[in-house]
């Protein structure tokens, strides 16, 4: 079954100071760097394009195109910023590789910063993660220490600075252009697009905005080649990526395997669903792309295999849950997760998911009424593809995919609370006279 | 103002077209415009809340989604648009609620999304019955809710300000008031704070709302969230008459709508001049009508035995024509800045022809003969499409601020000015001992200089030619040869020049031939043909010829005994720039008559007082800044109301046996627009040169636009959201005096004591403190006067 495993990015995570420089350079690291910084800008974007390459952070738009939307005429300066905001609910690959692994963020950093012409780099984490922002500081203290960051790297020629800011703790600042504010000092709340961030980002000027995953896995496309890299992974959908399996499995974590991998075999990779149940339903990307189910064990977790069944590939966080959990309860939890991160600025987002709330919290009450499962959908209706941005499309994906898949679940909402059908403490993994309502 | 014709490329490009179909209908709009605006082309009003023509479009509400089958690249959006952030395209295909129930039922969603939260408290909301959210939610809502939930509540009303309130829970969080005070005003003293259904608008609470502008937030409000202490409860809108005419406060011009019940004008708001105002007005337009709420003057008042006593008009009017032929042309006229057209041509008719003397000033403020030559000059008798103008300050590349601040003495003028820097770029250079807030808002360079150091800083100023403007104001007047050096400077370079008086009646009263020296329309008294012109149109054989007194000078003759008798209209004398000698000549006058509408200074030294109707009880015009004549419309008159000014004249004119020519607006209109378009000789502008910098601390200071002024009388809510009285002082003068917290001014035995405010980048020793602040007493001396400062000590400042 190991076999199925492509470690790259996690190769090293188990080593003693994975962290430091020094470690990192016994195992290769900033070679590919110096390699990229003797190549043309344009020929580290053609590689990267013609790898196929695209966004881990859940869209998936391929890398190295967006590199090449950056209007090298335009006489403002050039922004990469890295989005190591992870917070979606079951995403958890980029907070390990930049604990274990700094120095690839960096080396990838560089990178692709050369080949945008950017001689500023941010990366903008999430505030919660003190201890990830320390060890990125940290890393990218080493690497100005040895010359790889600062005035005339590797002495080649080339300047960069990256600085390291750290976000206030809210989900939609992962949004690139709440992001882009938040950065600049303002609340974080999206913008109006046009202008797209390739034109006019940060300080409106040109920016790239990349996810953490897709900027560490440059080095080892310019170390490996662009076949390398395409020999991994389905038609579509190419190389190695991280997935995250959590849950109800006996040996939850991060799997680095080629895209396309299933779920079936992600499972069992992870130890199987835990003694005496049985898989119920499990989320391909976090908690914003609708669920699946047994069903969909055997698909292959690439972007188009997963939106094939309906769903989104997302950040490839596998939330996995067996037939102990409710998924009225489910639900809500989710909802109340978007409610709370809803930044407010528009009415469907803002007052759309404070209702699902209310109404959710009746059904897991058992106090729902008649036609409120229909109201719940008409009210995502309502909501979903009418908001600024796609937060809110997260919470609608909740409520569709739960009552497509349990309607009868909710329909018992109208009679029975959730922790009547579903006690909670039987989903808990630990002592069951421990969990809490 | 300057005469140069507009060349070819200040003309106005014919915009490029772009064809699309909405709701099956084809219509051409200019490229750029937003969907939404190009559906009101075709008669569908698509619903709409954070949406404003003139703020920048955001996209919050979704109440306008519609749906877009093709984008106009032959592909579609799959889901509904919000229309008002998306500009048109070619060959696009947009369907409506009219036509697409996808987006009638999008929009039907944001309306009960919006619907769900907000409080059903229209029967005692002062926006019931013109609001957006009730007219939008009965035209595109659900008849019935489906909401059965416990709603979102706050404790309500907050003060952003005094003025204004903030009810959070009606509040749907379009951003139209914060984007105003963030782009149009330049305040951005609110927010939104806090994140997802607590979202709400905030402020900072050692800074509260204290905009000129807060009162444009309540009127732009789609909800009662935003109201004013002023209206809150006064009226239900459907019962209240609304008039459109003009604010009778500044030079600018704003149209206005006032509102009005049971004879009494309940609320006034901006009303929608493009070319003027846009929709915007100030605070003291807004809110500064309730001055003579409380002291009105409803009878005329006699003076017997030394003591005003209340008399039938026939009898005052016998009495003031009494005291009047008694002195003959030995009389002076006053007019005061606030006349309608109509009314200050009454009183340059009454003065010239019905009391045969040229003695007619409408300067009730401090002025200079320079400043009377240069208005002869450059300013009188020019019609609007020589003058610049509030779209010429938007197009203009570079505009120079002289010895005017606009956002205190002209605010309509600061948010055009605003407006083009922040949208064009426009370059604005002050010359000022500082750089005030307003200039900051203006991104504008500073030229440090004291009152008086004008001329020498206007040679500082580079790149001046033809697309720049100089904005010179009325304060200008006083500093000897400024005004020359402007018109020169004008004149060698090709900029264009305007005169940017405060009051609302000054150009009016300038073109209707109240200053001593010039007859209507401009022409000079001392042009024998201008008199013939202007004798011939009032029927009368000839005009006094002989040059008139100014108003400090009829203050003086009537002190010295060559002038007998004065007529006073609406003039303050704590205004002027020697209030005691004013006092001293009144008192020593044979005979005042005073035409008022609140007791003042005046009516107590009157021999014979007259109370005059207030601005909404009288038709009229004004004359703005840039010469443009706006509507003065009668809004509403209580039975036994006084009479307007032009009556009163046309009576004692009767009684002096005289004829005055005219006795209603329409008719003192229809007679002096004869007399414009005149192109005979002009004055030569002045040449007067620079004047001697005084030793030591000279003053500096001008007129907040809300300050102790009577105008602001009986608003309390307005008179808190005016600025802190400060003194102001470089920090080298600072140092160099030892100035530091609390400092007294004084000159000629008067003195104010103020907080300190050591401002960096000021000029030195000059101190700066607002003219009329209301505390401590009002400094009699001028900008550019030398003055004393000095430390005020703990013991002292606590006492005070």
């Known amino acids: 079954m190991t076999d199925l495993l492509t470690p790259v990015l996690s190769a090293h995570w188990g080593e003693d100071n994975s962290w430091k420089l020094s470690r990192y350079e016994a195992n290769g690291g900033y070679e590919a760097a110096r390699k990229a910084l003797d190549m043309a800008p344009a020929d580290i974007i053609s590689l990267v394009k013609d790898a196929n390459l695209r966004g881990r952070g859940g869209a998936g738009f391929p890398t190295g195109m967006k590199w090449s939307f950056v209007p090298q005429d335009n006489p403002n300066p050039k922004y990469l910023v890295v989005n190591a905001d992870e917070s979606e609910p079951g995403t958890c690959k980029d907070m390990p590789l930049m604990m274990a692994t700094p120095h690839t963020l960096v080396e990838g950093i560089i990178i692709a910063a050369y080949a945008i012409n950017s001689h500023t780099a941010f990366i903008y984490c999430r505030g919660e993660v003190l201890h990830i922002i320390r060890r990125l500081q940290q890393a990218v203290r080493e690497a100005y220490a040895a010359g790889y960051l600062g005035k005339d790297i590797f002495g080649k020629g080339y300047d960069l600075d990256i600085i390291v800011h750290a976000g206030a703790g809210a989900y939609i600042c992962g949004e690139e252009t709440a992001l882009l504010d938040s950065l600049e000092g303002r609340r974080g709340q999206p913008r109006l697009r046009p202008p797209f961030p390739a034109v006019a980002g940060l300080y409106a000027s040109p920016t790239v905005v990349n996810n953490v995953e897709s900027i560490a896995s440059v080095p080892s496309i310019i170390a490996n080649g662009k076949d390398w890299f395409a020999s991994m992974g389905t038609e579509k959908s190419k190389g190695f990526t991280l997935y995250s399996v959590s849950g109800h499995v006996k040996n939850p974590g991060q799997f680095e395997a080629p895209m396309g991998i299933t779920m079936r075999q992600l499972i069992e990779l992870a130890g199987g669903i835990r003694e005496g149940h049985e898989l119920k339903f499990f989320t391909p990307g976090g908690s914003s792309t609708p669920i699946l189910t047994a069903e969909h064990l055997d698909i292959p977790l690439d972007y188009e295999g997963v939106a094939g069944a309906g769903s989104m590939l997302g950040t490839k966080a596998l939330q996995v849950f067996d037939d102990t959990v409710s998924a009225v309860r489910t639900a809500l939890r989710y909802v109340e997760f978007y409610k709370h991160e809803s930044c407010g600025k528009c009415t469907p987002c803002r007052e759309g998911t404070w209702w699902l709330v209310l109404l959710l919290m009746n059904f897991e009450k058992g106090i729902a009424t008649q036609g409120d499962v229909d109201k719940l959908l008409d009210i995502a209706d309502n909501i979903g593809g009418r908001s600024f941005c796609a937060l809110a499309d997260g919470a609608v994906a909740v409520v569709t995919s739960f009552i497509r898949h349990f309607r009868s679940e909710f329909e018992a909402g109208t009679h029975t609370p959730a922790w009547e059908l579903f006690p909670y403490e039987k989903s808990a993994v630990f002592a069951e006279e421990g969990a809490v309502r | ?800």
């Not at chain 2, 019935?144 to 009606?170: F, G, H, M």
């Not at chain 2, 601040?405 to 250079?429: C, H, M, Q, W, Y």
């Not at chain 2, 750089?435 to 008086?452: E, F, M, V, Y």
């Not at chain 2, 007194?549 to 002027?576: C, I, N, T, Y």
Request: with cysteine; net charge negative.
């Open chain 2, 1 to 800: 103002m300057s005469v140069d014709a507009k060349t070819a490329s200040e003309v106005e490009k014919k915009p490029d077209l772009v064809t699309l179909t909405i709701d099956g209908t084809q219509v051409s709009v200019p490229k750029g415009t937003l969907i939404i605006r190009a559906a009101e082309m075709v008669g569908t009003h698509v619903p709409r809340f954070c949406d404003h023509p003139l703020l920048d479009p955001v996209g919050a509400c979704r109440q306008c989604l519609v749906d877009i089958p093709d984008a106009g690249n032959g592909r579609g959006f799959p889901k509904p648009q919000a229309s008002c952030t998306m500009p048109v395209a070619e060959g696009m295909v947009v369907k409506t609620q009219v036509t697409s129930p996808v987006a009638d039922k999008a929009q039907k969603g944001q309306m009960e999304f919006l619907l769900i939260n907000h409080p059903l408290d229209c029967p005692i909301c002062d926006k019931g019955g013109e609001c957006p959210l009730q007219n939008q939610a009965l035209s595109h809502g659900y008849e019935e809710t489906r909401y059965n939930l416990p709603k979102r509540t706050y404790p309500k009303p907050i003060n952003v300000s005094a003025q204004i309130l903030l009810d959070r829970e009606r509040c749907i969080l379009c951003a139209r008031c914060t984007r105003f005070s963030d782009q149009i005003s330049g305040d951005p003293f609110i927010a939104l704070v806090e994140r997802g259904a607590l979202q709400q608008v905030g402020f900072y609470e050692d800074q509260p709302y204290d905009s000129y502008f807060s009162g444009n937030v309540v009127q732009i409000c789609p909800v009662g969230a935003l109201t004013s202490a002023a209206y809150r409860f006064q009226a239900r809108p459907f019962d209240l008459v609304s008039t459109t005419t003009t604010c009778e406060h500044c030079a600018a011009g704003c149209e206005l709508r006032t509102d009005h019940r049971h004879h009494q004008v309940k609320r006034r708001l901006a009303g929608n001049n493009p070319l003027v105002n846009e929709e915007w007005n100030c605070d003291k337009g807004r809110f500064g009508f309730m001055y003579a709420r409380n002291d009105r003057l409803k009878h005329p008042l006699v003076r017997e035995n030394g003591v005003l006593r209340p008399a039938s008009w026939p009898e005052a009017i016998d009495a003031a024509v009494e005291g009047l032929k008694r002195a003959g042309s030995a009389v002076g006229v006053q007019t005061g800045g606030r006349l309608t057209v109509e009314n200050a041509y009454g009183y340059s008719r009454f003065a010239r022809a019905v009391l045969g003397t040229n003695s007619i000033d409408f300067r009730s403020r401090p002025q200079s003969a320079e400043e009377a030559e240069f208005l002869a000059a450059r300013v009188a008798g020019r019609s609007l499409p020589q003058n610049v103008t509030y779209t010429d300050l938007e197009r203009a590349k570079h505009v120079v601020l002289v010895a005017f601040e606009p956002e205190d003495e002209s605010p309509i003028v600061f948010l055009r000015l605003r407006k083009a820097n922040r949208d064009k770029g426009l370059k604005v250079t002050t010359i000022a001992p500082f750089a005030s807030r307003g200039s900051q808002k203006l991104d504008a360079t500073l030229i440090p200089a004291a009152p008086g150091d004008e001329i020498a800083a206007l040679d500082r100023v580079e790149g001046l030619d033809g697309s720049t403007i100089i904005l010179v104001g009325e304060r200008a007047g006083t500093l000897p040869g400024v005004l020359s050096a402007v018109a020169a400077k004008a004149d060698a370079t090709g900029a264009r020049l305007a005169w940017i008086p405060r009051r609302a009646g000054d150009v009016g009263a300038l073109d209707a031939g109240c200053l001593p020296g010039v007859l209507p329309g401009g022409r000079l008294v001392s042009d024998a043909t201008g008199r013939v012109d202007v004798a011939a149109a009032w029927g009368v054989e000839q005009l006094p010829s002989e040059p008139g007194l100014s108003a400090d000078e009829q203050f003086a003759a009537l002190a010295s005994g060559a002038l007998k008798a004065v007529v006073l209209a609406g003039v303050e004398l704590a205004d002027l720039a020697d209030p005691d000698a004013a006092r001293a000549g009144l008192e020593a006058a044979d005979f005042v008559v005073s035409i008022e509408q609140r007791p003042s200074e005046v009516t107590e030294r009157a021999n014979v007082v007259f109370p005059a109707a207030l601005i909404e009880e009288q038709a009229g015009h004004f004359r703005n800044w840039e010469g443009r004549d706006l509507d003065v419309a009668l809004v509403t008159a209580a039975p036994g109301s006084p009479m307007t000014d032009l009556r009163i004249l046309a009576a004692l004119s009767d009684a002096l046996g005289s004829d005055l020519g005219f006795r209603t607006p329409a008719a003192a209109w229809a007679s002096f627009s004869e007399l414009l378009d005149w192109e005979g000789d002009r004055q030569a502008a002045p040449q007067v040169s620079a004047g001697e910098r005084p030793e030591g601390l000279v003053l500096a200071g001008w007129r907040e636009l809300l300050d102790a002024s009577r105008g602001n009388d009986h608003e309390v809510a307005l008179r808190d959201t005016a600025r802190d009285a400060v003194a102001r002082v470089s920090p080298a003068t600072a140092e160099q005096l030892g100035l530091s917290d609390v400092v007294r001014v004084s000159a000629d035995g008067r003195e104010q004591v103020l907080p300190l405010l050591v401002t960096p980048e000021m000029v030195d020793n000059v101190v700066w403190v607002p003219m009329n602040s209301g505390l401590g007493d009002r400094l009699s001396v001028l900008p550019g006067s030398a003055v004393t400062v000095s430390a005020v000590t703990f013991e002292e400042g606590a006492m005070a």
